[in-house]
């Protein structure tokens, strides 16, 4: 099983860069999914960015689209999530996940039954 362990939250002024690391530890042999989302309190956790591999896939929120990328080391099995012009509404707990589903008809890259495991989550605050 897989054990994701994120790092690279902090703090940074409006239009600042942030790049979170997510080390995949343990067998990543079946895994077929890994992303990121993230929490506000009160808020639901919602997507940000995933890679499927399967579906050959790489997925972002409109919401990130043209400011954030994500990429995968398979030598170092790490997931990466590059934020480029982060705006105050980006500030929330960053969590990264990996699992074994695939994206289901009618279902979305984001539906969180398709990942297993989670982080512990790493703070991200976007604050002048």
């Known amino acids: 099983q897989v054990h994701p362990v994120e790092s690279g939250g902090g703090s940074v002024q409006p239009g600042g860069s942030l790049t979170l690391s997510c080390l995949m530890s343990?067998?990543?042999?079946?895994?077929?999914?890994m992303g990121w989302f993230r929490q506000v309190p009160g808020k639901r956790r919602e997507g940000v960015a995933a890679?499927?591999?399967?579906?050959?896939?790489?997925y972002l929120a409109d919401f990130v689209k043209g400011r954030f990328s994500i990429s995968y080391d398979n030598a170092k099995t790490t997931v990466y999530l590059q934020m480029q012009n982060l705006k105050p509404e980006d500030t929330g707990t960053y969590y990264c996940?990996?699992?074994?589903?695939?994206?289901?008809?009618?279902?979305?890259?984001?539906?969180?039954?398709?990942?297993?495991?989670w982080g512990q989550g790493t703070q991200v605050t976007v604050s002048s």
């Open positions: 890679i499927y591999l399967a579906e050959d896939g790489i």
């Open positions: 343990g067998n990543t042999g079946s895994t077929n999914c």
């Open positions: 996940a990996a699992g074994l589903g695939r994206i289901r008809s009618g279902g979305m890259w984001y539906d969180l039954q398709n990942f297993n495991t």
